[in-house]
């Protein structure tokens, strides 16, 4: 995801796929509440009813939540 927020508009904002990232990932994802699994699939859930442009972030989710076990459903 960094990489392809970098090669989007790396050029006109330094730092900023690394600053999503950190947030997105870092911070979120690691609060307390609600299990990793259960996350990814609301995750999951939300960017496909969006549609087609949340591809990349999906593609990322998708795999993020097969290391959490949501294949174990």
Known sequence: ???S???RDGHLLPGRAEGVVDFA????YARTGLP???RYLATIAA???LGGQ???QLMVNIAG???ADC???
């Open 1 to 3: 995801m960094e990489d």
């Open 5 to 7: 927020l970098n090669a």
């Open 25 to 28: 990932y870092g911070r979120q």
């Open 36 to 38: 990793l699994r259960d």
């Open 47 to 49: 960017l496909t009813a």
């Open 54 to 56: 949340t591809r990349p």
């Open 65 to 67: 939540g097969r290391k």
């Open 71 to 73: 294949q174990k459903m």
